[in-house]
């Protein structure tokens, strides 16, 4: 191979491996190191073109919310209740409904409800709810 197709040969096998991270990355919910071990590439490579190559930064930081949106829709299964399919003895294969997670719900409301009240808060009061006094002593 001359050394005018190495040159073209090494752009071309870059576009190949970026292509491929971006797919790793897609399917490993953002993990840049399990992505790398499936393309088989360093780290350092694919920090390297986050910095050089603007349209691979665009791709990535487009895959960012990919993780939550995944973890958010797990999080809605287990508010409405998830679906499975069991098999039973003889193989016949049927779906189950389970109740919906409470704790779910919960969670999502403190985190999500906010505006509509869904916080914990602490009340703090006197005694017979009088007002609480409070003295600041500067002298030390």
Known sequence: MSKEEKKETKPQNATLKKTAMLKALESTLGVVTSACEIVGIDRTTHY??????EDYKAKVESLSDLAVDFAESQLF??????????????????RIQDAPNTSATIFYLKTRGKKRGYVERNEIAGVNDAPIQIIINDKL
């Open 48 to 53: 390297r073109w986050l910095q050089e190559d």
């Open 77 to 94: 299964e287990l508010i409405k209740g998830a679906h499975r399919e069991v098999s039973t003895p003889d193989g016949e294969v049927i």
